[in-house]
């Protein structure tokens, strides 16, 4: 568990519900400037199809979107700056606008086939690909270029993976597939020799 993350949720408020329900509250000290994102939280980032961003809006209400894309679409650029690129879509321009006045994010990365969750804070910047075009090439897929409208940077400051105890598993429609396809030619072997058995 990194420090700092612990460091940036463990607030006051938190602290006092802490003490009310088990009577004493964590305290953290010594937390870095920031804790960088290391091997297993790479690996795990680059194969995730999809994340929830969190964002703040001038109104205090909080925002959550989902953002999908090829596995890898959200890129560690090094230990402390992931982006991705935002394509064209319905034009609200919700997280967009909330960054702009609060730069605090929240991403919430899922795997669900093996019970995994990665949380992550950090500071968000939008990069216009008009003005800064050689980004496009960098950060997104081949297919969806024509579609980049802009490309989200954020500055890691903390990180924390969750306890699998209360995450279902579920697959996608590939992983089905992929896990499927043995008992399918399994299958196939054992209808083929019935057949001859019986002819």
Same mark, same amino acid.
């Given at each position: 568990?990194?420090?700092?993350?612990?460091?940036?949720?463990?607030?006051?408020?938190?602290?006092?519900?802490?003490?009310?329900?088990?009577?004493?509250?964590?305290?953290?000290?010594?937390?870095?400037?920031?804790?960088? &994102?290391?091997?297993?939280?790479?690996?795990?980032?680059?194969?995730?199809?999809?994340?929830?961003?969190?964002?703040?809006? /001038?109104?205090?209400?909080?925002?959550?979107?989902?953002?999908?894309?090829?596995?890898?679409?959200?890129?560690?650029?090094?230990?402390?700056?992931?982006?991705?690129?935002?394509?064209?879509?319905?034009?609200?321009?919700?997280?967009?606008?909330?960054?702009?006045?609060?730069?605090?994010?929240?991403?919430?990365?899922?795997?669900?086939?093996?019970?995994?969750?990665?949380?992550?804070?950090?500071?968000?910047?939008?990069?216009?690909?008009? /003005?800064?075009?050689? &980004?496009?090439?960098?950060?997104?897929?081949?297919?969806?270029?024509?579609?980049?409208?802009?490309?989200?940077?954020?500055?890691?400051?903390?990180?924390?993976?969750?306890?699998?105890?209360?995450?279902?598993?579920?697959?996608?429609?590939?992983?089905?597939?992929?896990?499927?396809?043995?008992?399918?030619?399994?299958?196939?072997?054992?209808?083929?020799?019935?057949?001859?058995?019986?002819?």
């Amino acid at each position: 568990m990194a420090t700092k993350y612990l460091d940036l949720t463990f607030t006051e408020s938190v602290r006092r519900a802490q003490t009310a329900y088990y009577g004493m509250a964590g305290n953290i000290t010594g937390a870095p400037e920031k804790d960088p &994102l290391g091997e297993a939280e790479a690996e795990f980032i680059a194969n995730r199809d999809s994340f929830y961003l969190g964002s703040i809006s /001038e109104s205090g209400w909080p925002y959550i979107q989902h953002r999908g894309g090829a596995k890898g679409f959200l890129r560690v650029v090094d230990e402390t700056t992931l982006a991705f690129a935002d394509y064209k879509g319905n034009r609200q321009l919700l997280t967009t606008g909330n960054v702009s006045v609060n730069d605090r994010v929240a991403l919430f990365l899922m795997d669900y086939q093996n019970r995994a969750r990665l949380k992550i804070l950090g500071h968000a910047r939008i990069e216009d690909v008009r /003005e800064r075009p050689e &980004l496009i090439e960098r950060f997104s897929d081949a297919t969806m270029r024509t579609s980049v409208e802009r490309l989200v940077v954020i500055d890691v400051v903390s990180f924390d993976w969750n306890c699998p105890k209360y995450i279902t598993a579920r697959y996608s429609v590939n992983e089905v597939e992929e896990l499927a396809s043995s008992l399918r030619s399994r299958i196939a072997e054992l209808e083929a020799a019935l057949r001859a058995v019986k002819s």
